[in-house]
Structures are given as C-alpha cells and as structure tokens.
T-cell receptor
Framework: GAVVSQHPSWVICKSGTSVKIECRSL??????MFWYRQFPKQSLMLMAT?????????EQGVEKDKFLINHASLTLSTLTVTSAHPEDSSFYIC?????????????FGSGTQLSVL | AQRVTQPEKLLSVFKGAPVELKCNYS??????LFWYVQYSRQRLQLLLR??SRESIKGFTADLNKGETSFHLKKPFAQEEDSAMYYC??????????FGAGTTVTVRA
C-alpha cells in the first residue's frame, strides 16, 4: 500500500514556542490530507482538512490561528502548533487520500507525540 | 452531526473463540462505514469498508441500517488479532468520524 511519512515522531518543546509537524505522501500525490488529534485512551478527533493549493478547512472548535496548516505541494502538508501551551500536548496524526485506482483509500502517518513543558 | 459509538473499551477472548466488536452510529443520511485496526507499534490501517462487502483476515462486518450498526465479527480469533480497532464513519470526502476504539486481546 501507499506510504505516508510523518515527522517528527515525538517532540518536546517549551511553552510559547512553535512546533511544525510534517506529513508526506511518499509514493503518491495527495491533494487532500487530514489532521487528527488524539488524547490518551480517546478517539481520533478530526482537526482540519488540508487542501493542496488552498486554505485548510477547520472543524468546529479548532483555532485556525493556533494550528496553522500549509499544503504547498501535492506530497506535503504541515501542521504548525503556534505558541504551544501544555494543553496542546497530544498525539497528532495525519492521513492522506490516495485517489489512484478504483478503490480510493486513506493512509495514515505514524503520528507525532507533542509534549509542551 | 454524525457520531460513532463503540461501547466496549476492552475485549478479551480466547484463541479460537468468536469475537464481535460492536459499533453503532448516528447519522440521518447514508454514510460510509469503515473498520480501522492499529497493531502494536504500528500505524492505523484500513481493515474493511462496508461498500466492499469483503472479508479481510477472516473479519466481516455488515451494515444494518435499521439498527444503525456496523459490528465487526470473526468466527475464530487468532493471537495476531490482538490490536486496537476503530469504527469510523464518513459522510463525504473521507472526512472520518471515529469511535473511541476497542482494545482486543486474544489469549492463548
């Protein structure tokens, strides 16, 4: 199957700093990628839909100025957590939509554990 | 808004026993339903989707619109089935709403 690379796997940062997380589709072009957030022992919550060449679409309750999404190429979407605070600590997961073939699918990155001190 | 409910957080079965993971959803239209699986130290991956009507790794799931359910079943559980299972719903364009997940442990 297709491969989605997410980097970094984990990051620790100080409160007030910004952190960038990358999501790359390695062997296919992804015009659409999704960003999720997962708290311990809870479900994945969709944060936003990242669209190549246009603005991201954010879910209700997600601050777009806090979580900046850039999808500048067909294989890369980035999520920047700006002025991070301890409450932003979470597991962030991206997925990319593969439209090749008849069977459209989503492929997930391995996730990024963010810890804000 | 759509919602997915997985009532069991943990499920423990013996090897060779049947296993059923429950999933109920709420949505007034016709959603697309999925089961995703996450094995230990691996990323989330698609197990099956209702429109495919196929059996993957011995698992099947039938969409019951009357009961708004999409339960996952396997007649004979194997140890390698131990994993976290998520039921998910998509209304359009693959924007997924996930259930809380069920951790399955298959004991020898």
């Amino acid at each position: 199957g297709a491969v989605v690379s997410q980097h970094p796997s984990w990051v620790i940062c100080k409160s007030g700093t910004s952190v960038k997380i990358e999501c790359r589709s390695l062997d296919f072009q992804a015009t659409t990628m999704f960003w999720y957030r997962q708290f311990p022992k809870q479900s994945l919550m969709l944060m936003a839909t990242s669209n190549e060449g246009s603005k991201a679409t954010y879910e209700q309750g997600v601050e777009k100025d806090k979580f900046l999404i850039n999808h500048a190429s067909l294989t890369l979407s980035t999520l920047t957590v700006t002025s991070a605070h301890p409450e932003d600590s979470s597991f962030y997961i991206c997925s990319a939509r593969d439209l090749r073939g008849r069977d459209e699918k989503l492929f997930f990155g391995s996730g990024t554990q963010l810890s804000v001190l | 808004a759509q919602r997915v409910t997985q009532p069991e957080k943990l499920l423990s079965v013996f090897k060779g026993a049947p296993v059923e993971l429950k999933c109920n959803y709420s949505y007034s239209g016709s959603p697309e339903l999925f089961w995703y699986v996450q094995y230990s130290r691996q990323r989330l991956q698609l197990l099956l989707r209702h429109i495919s009507r196929e059996s993957i790794k011995g698992f099947t799931a039938d969409l019951n619109k009357g009961e708004t359910s999409f339960h996952l079943k396997k007649p004979f559980a194997q140890e390698e089935d131990s994993a976290m299972y998520y039921c998910a719903l998509s209304v359009h364009d693959y924007k997924l709403s996930f259930g809380a997940g069920t951790t399955v442990t298959v004991r020898a």
